[in-house]
Structure formats: C-alpha cells, structure tokens
Nanobody, 122 residues
Framework: QVQLEETGGGLVQAGGSLRLSCASS????????MAWFRQAPGKEREFVGV????????RYEDSVQGRFTISRDNDKKMVYLQMNSLNPEDTAVYYC???????????????WGQGTQVTVSS
C-alpha cells in the first residue's frame, strides 16, 4: 500500500503564497502521475492540477491556472504545489493523489494522502 503524506498547509492572508509538499512511499514513484485535489466544506472534491510521471506535462483547473504550479522530484519521491496569489475561495483541504492515468477525475487515483488544511483569510 502506497502512503502519501501532505505537509505545508496553514493560514495565509489573501494575496499570499504557500507551498504544499507530498511525500510518497512508492518504490516506483516515477511510474505514477501525481495530482492535487481540494475539498471545501460542503463541496465535492475538486481537481486542482496534475503532473505526469516524469514531470514533462502538467494540467490545471481553470481557476488556478497561472497561480498554482505543480512540480515533482522523482529522486526524493516528492511532489509539490506552489500556490501564489491565494484568495479565500482557495480555502480547502488539499490532497495529493497518485495513479496510473493522468486524469482530472478523482476515481482514477488509487492512492491518497490524508490532506492538509489551507485557509486563506480576506
């Protein structure tokens, strides 16, 4: 069972930045496409972005395009989410997920972390 652990969440003012990290226990981490999702209270889990297994391709949800950047370090088995120009609508629990398909749908991802809370104050 692959374990994923997110860190880096916290409270930030609108306009600020945060960098989330996700550590993986997968032996073959380089085989997994890695995604970030988020879930706000009372809402469904929402796709944020995904990075391909070797990092050559990324895709983002429209509302974060240009503000958020996903990167990965396969040697360290880490994936990152750099979030800039945060606004209160970005407040949510953020999850990293790994899967064999590069998809925007949560059902395509078999491995999930426990999530890290991001709160953006106005």
């Amino acid at each position: 069972q692959v374990q994923l652990e997110e860190t880096g969440g916290g409270l930030v003012q609108a306009g600020g930045s945060l960098r989330l990290s996700c550590a993986s226990s997968a032996r073959a981490f380089h085989n997994y496409h890695m995604a970030w999702f988020r879930q706000a209270p009372g809402k469904e889990r929402e796709f944020v972005g995904v990075i391909s297994a070797y990092g050559g391709s990324t895709r983002y949800e429209d509302s974060v395009q240009g503000r958020f950047t996903i990167s990965r370090d396969n040697d360290k088995k880490m994936v990152y989410l750099q979030m800039n120009s945060l606004n209160p609508e970005d407040t949510a629990v953020y999850y990293c997920a790994g899967g064999a398909v590069m998809s925007t749908g949560p059902r395509e991802y078999s491995n999930w972390g426990q999530g890290t809370q991001v709160t953006v104050s106005s």
